[in-house]
């Protein structure tokens, strides 16, 4: 089994800062592609931001300049740092995560998700 765990939401006034953490636990080879999606009240779930193995990364037009992903693959852990946030970036944030669990076993797995709240 391979789990993804998320750390810190919280509820933040408009213009502050959070960092999210997801690490991942279990039978782990490798790990490809790390992303983090946020899904509103009544919206479908979105990609904010994909980073590589190699550290390649890409945003949501929204984020861009605010958001940072950054990874560090000793850990199997992805970071989320949020900067400047607004109201609309309130979400469930969930961390996605392509794992190979060995040569021949890849799987996409998704953590249970953290929520962020920002006030006005």
């Known amino acids: 089994q391979v789990q993804l765990v998320e750390s810190g939401g919280g509820l933040v006034q408009a213009g502050g800062s959070l960092r999210l953490s997801c690490e991942a636990s279990?039978?782990?080879?490798?790990?490809?592609?790390m992303a983090w999606y946020r899904q509103a009240p009544g919206k479908q779930r979105d990609l904010v931001a994909v980073?590589?193995?190699?550290?390649?990364?890409n945003y949501q037009d929204s984020v861009k300049g605010r958001f940072t992903i950054s990874r560090d693959n000793a850990k199997n852990t992805v970071y989320l740092q949020m900067n400047s946030l607004k109201p609309e970036d309130t979400a469930d944030y969930y961390c996605n995560a392509d794992v190979w669990r060995d040569l021949f076993r890849r799987l996409e797995v998704w953590g249970q998700g953290t929520l962020v709240t920002v006030s006005s």
């Open positions: 279990g039978n782990i080879l490798r790990i490809a592609n």
């Open positions: 980073i590589t193995s190699g550290g390649s990364t």
